[in-house]
C-alpha cells in the first residue's frame, strides 16, 4: 500500500501562484509516474499534469506554461507549481501515483485532495 498526502491548497486571488505538495509512504518501491488530477463542482475529473519516474511531463492545455509539475525522488515528493491561476483552476485536487510490481500488476493511488480556490 502507498500513502499519498496533499497539502498546499487554499484560497487565492486571480493572478496568484500556489504550491501544491504530495508526500508519498508505505511501500513506496516501483512507484512509476506521479500527477495531479483535478475535479471542479458539476465536472468530471481531469488529469491536469504528470511526471514519470524519469521526469518526463505532460499537461492538459489549458494549464501549460502557468503550472510545473516536479518531484524530488529522495522524499517520495511531487509538486505542483501553479502560477497566474484564473477562477476556472478552482477544484479539488488529487494527487496520484501508479506503482508497477514485478509481476506486472499496476496499482493506482490516489490522495485525499486539496482544496484550490481561485476568486476573481
Known amino acids: 500500500q502507498v500513502q499519498l498526502v496533499e497539502s498546499g491548497g487554499g484560497l487565492v486571488q486571480a493572478g496568484g501562484s500556489l504550491r501544491l505538495s504530495c508526500a508519498a509512504s508505505?511501500?513506496?518501491?516501483?512507484?512509476?509516474?506521479m500527477g495531479w488530477y483535478r475535479q471542479a463542482p458539476g465536472k468530471q475529473r481531469e488529469l491536469v499534469a504528470v511526471i514519470t519516474s524519469v521526469r518526463t511531463t505532460n499537461y492538459i492545455d489549458s494549464v501549460k506554461g502557468r503550472f510545473t509539475i516536479s518531484r524530488d525522488n529522495a522524499k517520495n515528493t511531487v509538486y505542483l507549481q501553479m502560477n497566474s491561476l484564473k477562477p476556472e483552476d478552482t477544484a479539488v485536487y488529487y494527487c496520484?501515483?501508479?506503482?508497477?510490481?514485478?509481476?506486472?500488476?499496476?496499482?493506482?493511488?490516489w490522495g485525499q485532495g486539496t482544496q484550490v480556490t481561485v476568486s476573481s
Open positions: 496520484t501515483a501508479d506503482q508497477l510490481l514485478s509481476d506486472a500488476t499496476l496499482y493506482h493511488y
Open positions: 508505505g511501500n513506496i518501491f516501483s512507484i512509476n509516474a
